[in-house]
């Protein structure tokens, strides 16, 4: 209650359990200086104005530090779409030449690449060392292949196809983007018959890639997107998703690597790498929500079949993800809703709900053979015991008549 009689309402903020207490320190001296700016600004420009509400000063440094980024974003989009194809802006800040630009990146399509630029050195080094080229081939093949045994243990043991189906949709959008608009691969591609998609194409027909080859006859592959970059970020994801955070930092540092190798061969533009990287961790997530439904038993009808030409729409324009995030928001917002997710947060280290584990073919597989071993076990045993029993009674007989014989001989004696 204020003097005048007025009733000051306090207004609750929201309860926020998302960030550490460090962060949270930071954030709040980070505002109350905005807050002191705007009060400042406020003063000094509108003098004759009484002073802001500490929410009018957020709002107005809000909209203040939009027009600044917009601005921002603006320069920048004008500067490439100015300069986008002119190779010789991209060297200067490198020290090279601006004559040695067609050297560098230029190719018979005109593509500039600035991926292939920073990387040129490694580039002119693998290209005499051609049978390095096919060492650092043959890891990268088997850095691919490993990752492939836990898709298929996530997969087909722990009945967990949320992994899977992300995968199968990175490569069918790979295949649809595709098969629309062919992006030819460098002219000046560093091919190995131990590489991918390589290593299949010299299964059917006569490669000439041999090692220390200098051949560089550039077998047709799909370039846009990466699906090497984007399958790697899909397994690495889901490994610290369900708490394997070594091996989840394994794969995404060999992914580096393996950006870094296919830049420095020329196997993908430095396009295919970012939207294979973009792919894999935010196109494919509505994929990644199927297979969790699929794990639990739904049918791809139920799952993907809208119920009436409205829901269509909305899902083939997006409009649905977007109302999905508007409930969200408003759901959020509920203190009841907030409290809860401050004890899912509290209890995440104890719990592992992100894993959809269900039964699989190789479970009920081996539940079978486990229990025809059991009791085909007790089986053997029987007739093991069984034939021990005739075995000492034998044994008894031989003795019997061992002795008796023995007794006959001496009496005729």
């Known amino acids: 209650m204020t003097n005048d ?43 004759k104005t009484p002073e802001l509400h500490p929410r009018t000063s957020k709002a107005l440094w809000r909209d203040l530090i939009f027009v600044i980024m917009g601005c921002i974003a603006i320069s920048i989009v004008s500067y490439v779409e100015t300069y986008a194809p002119d190779a010789k802006a991209r060297y200067s800040p490198y020290g090279y030449e601006h004559h040695q630009h067609e050297q560098y990146s230029g190719n018979p399509y005109g593509i500039v690449d600035t991926g292939y630029i920073l ?3 490694l580039y002119e080094w693998l290209r005499m060392n051609r049978n390095w080229n096919d060492t650092l081939a043959v890891m990268n093949s088997i850095a691919l292949v490993i990752p492939s045994f836990y898709v298929l243990y996530i997969t087909n043991w722990k009945g967990d196809y949320s992994l899977s189906f992300r995968i199968i949709f990175v490569q069918l959008l790979r295949s649809f983007c595709g098969w629309f608009t062919y992006l030819p691969p460098d002219p000046t591609y560093l091919n190995s018959r131990f590489d991918f998609p390589d290593l299949v194409h010299c299964l059917f027909q006569e490669c000439e890639t041999a090692s220390g080859s200098t051949s560089n006859e550039v077998m047709p592959f799909v370039s846009f997107f990466s699906g090497h970059v984007a399958s790697l970020a899909v397994v690495g994801n889901h490994m610290w998703l369900t708490r394997r955070y070594k091996s989840a930092i394994i794969i995404h540092l060999v992914n580096l690597l393996q950006i870094v190798r296919l830049l420095a061969t020329r196997g993908h533009y430095s396009i295919d790498i970012i939207i294979g990287w973009f792919v894999a961790v935010y196109v494919s997530n509505p994929a990644g929500k199927l297979g969790q439904c699929y794990s639990r038993g739904a049918t791809m009808y139920e799952m993907m079949m809208p119920n009436t030409p ?11 993800h977007s109302r999905n995030e508007s409930r969200m928001t408003l759901l959020l917002r509920r203190p009841e809703v907030q409290d809860l997710l401050c004890a899912i947060l509290q209890d995440e280290t104890n719990s592992d709900d992100y894993s959809s584990e269900s039964e699989t073919t190789a479970r009920i597989f081996q539940k079978m053979v486990l229990q025809l071993v059991s009791e085909r076990a007790e089986i053997v045993q029987h007739h ?11 044994v008894e007989q031989d003795g019997s008549a061992e002795v008796a014989t023995w007794s006959f001989r001496r009496r005729k004696k």
């Open 5 to 47: 009689g007025n009733v000051q309402q306090s207004v609750k903020e929201p309860k926020s359990c998302f960030h550490s207490s460090s962060w949270s320190t930071t954030a709040s001296t980070a505002f109350s200086t905005s807050v002191g700016r705007a009060t400042f600004l406020s003063k000094t420009i509108l003098p």
């Open 119 to 121: 990387t040129h050195p």
């Open 310 to 320: 409205r829901e269509a729409f909305e899902h083939v324009t997006g409009i649905t």
């Open 384 to 394: 093991v015991n069984h034939l021990q029993l005739r075995s000492y009674s034998v």
